[in-house]
């Protein structure tokens, strides 16, 4: 059975910096495309960061220039490095993997960007 687990979220100050990390255990064949999406409150979740197979990243708008998505093909992990937040990133973050079988999801990290 497949399992994701995502870390390093928290309490950070306007400004501040966090890395999350997501690890899959389990059995997956044909990953294809890793990432993040996030839910803030009383909003519809969103698509945060995405890295294909071949490497190729996506990144919404709104963090563009301040994170920075990664993987690990070996350890089926991704991770997202989150510099300059702002309080609007406030969210519950979520990774996911989507294979070629199925697409998978964590149950998400909370990040708090406040002072």
């Known amino acids: 059975q497949v399992q994701l687990v995502e870390s390093g979220g928290g309490l950070v100050q306007p400004g501040g910096s966090l890395r999350l990390s997501c690890a899959a255990s389990g059995s997956i064949f044909s990953i294809n495309v890793m990432g993040w999406y996030r839910q803030a409150p009383g909003k519809e979740r969103e698509l945060v960061a995405a890295?294909?197979?071949?490497?190729?990243?996506n990144y919404s708008n709104s963090v563009k220039g301040r994170f920075t998505i990664s993987r690990d093909n070996a350890r089926n992990t991704v991770y997202l490095q989150m510099n300059s937040l702002k309080p609007e990133d406030t969210a519950v973050y979520y990774c996911f993997i989507a294979a070629t079988s199925s697409n998978y999801w964590g149950k998400g990290t909370l990040v708090t960007v406040s002072s």
């Open positions: 890295i294909h197979r071949g490497g190729s990243t």
